[in-house]
């Protein structure tokens, strides 16, 4: 896991009823869309959204690895902080963690990681381009984002 304190609040989200199961619980495959809520509006408030990459370099960014360790359950309604960060920055290949707590008392509910190998358009492994580089590189902290609709 990456330092904590390197984790920022990217986004918040409500759980919405057909993200439950039958238990009233958040489904658990749903954490993996959280991450990538998480994931995109981590490279958009790093200038990077993850379309105008791939649109102006032709480059790719799919999941090679993930992991998600549940901690406790959201049920619907709640409202979640999402927190993302890069651990580590390869030629060809960035891993992002996140931590997903409840709102507003905090408590860890899910935390993770997923691997991400850069590929061209031919779906060849390749190095990421500079300006994305430069742009995960940066550490200017955004402003936290609005409260969930209906708070």
Known sequence: M???????????????YGDTDQMGMVYYGNYLRYFEIARTEFLRQAGATYRAFSEASGHKLP???????????ARYDDEMALF??????????????YEIRR???GALLVDGHTLH??????????????????????????PPPAPAPGR
Do not use: H, M, W
């Open 103 to 105: 709102l507003p008392d």
């Open 117 to 142: 190998a850069c590929i061209d358009a031919a779906g060849k492994v390749s190095r990421i381009p500079r300006s994305l580089r430069d742009a995960l590189s940066a550490t200017a902290a955004p």
């Open 84 to 97: 993302a960060a890069i651990a580590k920055l390869g030629g060809a290949s960035a891993r992002f963690e």
């Open 2 to 16: 990456s330092n904590p304190a390197s984790l920022r609040e990217v986004a918040r989200v409500r759980v919405i």
């Open 63 to 73: 999941v090679v690895e993930a992991c998600v360790r549940y901690r406790q359950s």
